[in-house]
């Protein structure tokens, strides 16, 4: 299991071939990479997400602990950025690798679903113009906790 | 203990983090007590609805004792992936 909480870009398929390398027996790996979306057609200059140091990889790995024992996992990663991102480039990923892909599959929603409402991280979308927005959590997001 | 704020509440008040010396007994004593200060701080804490609260980096609740506890932190819901 491994959590990463960093500035930098990651490579994704760097990434995910040193996961998939380790855990050769697994037969099911699943990966979901989180992009900054210029959801207002050209209107979004970057995304700046804030963080709270300590907090945040403990949250993570408590997360993915869960996953690991709820789950038959081989193994999971979480690599997640904060800092200052353009659209386009990847702020998150997860990886999960498992026997068969039910479990993978799940484990991943589940990391994804915890990781959006439950690990300390904050976006503020920075506008065309310098006007800037803090993102506001969904409904949906925290309902989606309810099915796990 | 310190208090740490993040997001809108960090800019709200103006400042990411704080020495506090209190007797305040629960998080929302606390609260009570930061309201009164200044007007920014009643600003930032107008509807706790919109905040949540984490002691020693543990989500936790508004009722919730203040006892032993050496860093609390107040934010917005969170909003990763």
């Known amino acids: 299991m491994r959590i990463s909480v960093q500035e930098a870009p990651f490579?994704?398929?760097?990434?995910?071939?040193?996961?998939?390398?380790?855990?050769?027996?697994?037969?099911?790996?699943?990966t979901f990479t989180g992009v900054v979306r210029d959801a207002d057609?050209?209107?979004l200059q970057a995304m700046e997400i804030e963080h709270y140091p300590g907090m945040t990889e403990k949250a993570l790995t408590a997360i993915a602990e869960e996953a690991m024992s709820?789950?038959?996992l081989a193994d999971a990663l979480v690599i997640h950025r904060h800092g200052r991102l353009a659209p386009g480039e990847r702020?998150?990923?997860?990886?999960?690798a498992a026997r068969h892909r039910k479990d993978a599959f799940e484990a991943a929603e589940y990391l994804m679903d915890y990781l959006k409402s439950r690990a300390p991280f904050w976006k503020k979308e920075i506008l065309a113009g310098g006007t800037s927005d803090w993102v506001a959590a969904k409904d949906a997001d925290e309902d989606a906790l309810k099915r796990w | 203990?310190?208090?740490?704020?993040?997001a809108w509440v960090r800019e709200r008040i103006g400042l990411?983090?704080?020495?506090?010396?209190?007797?305040?007994?629960?998080?929302?004593?606390?609260?009570?007590?930061?309201?009164?200060?200044?007007?920014?701080?009643?600003?930032?804490?107008?509807?706790?609805?919109?905040?949540?609260?984490?002691?020693?980096?543990?989500?936790?609740?508004?009722?919730?004792?203040?006892?032993?506890?050496?860093?609390?932190?107040?934010?917005?819901?969170?909003?990763?992936?």
């Open chain 2, 16 to 81: 990411p983090r704080e020495r506090v010396e209190t007797t305040a007994a629960t998080v929302a004593d606390l609260v009570e007590e930061l309201r009164s200060r200044e007007e920014r701080y009643a600003a930032a804490f107008a509807d706790l609805s919109a905040l949540r609260v984490a002691l020693d980096q543990e989500l936790s609740e508004f009722d919730a004792p203040l006892d032993g506890v050496r860093e609390v932190a107040f934010f917005p819901p969170m909003t990763g992936g």
């Open chain 1, 91 to 96: 702020i998150m990923m997860v990886a999960t």
């Open chain 1, 11 to 30: 490579e994704l398929g760097a990434e995910s071939d040193a996961f998939a390398a380790g855990v050769a027996n697994a037969g099911a790996v699943v």
């Open chain 1, 41 to 43: 057609q050209g209107g």
């Open chain 1, 70 to 72: 709820r789950w038959s």
């Open chain 2, 1 to 6: 203990m310190d208090v740490l704020y993040f």
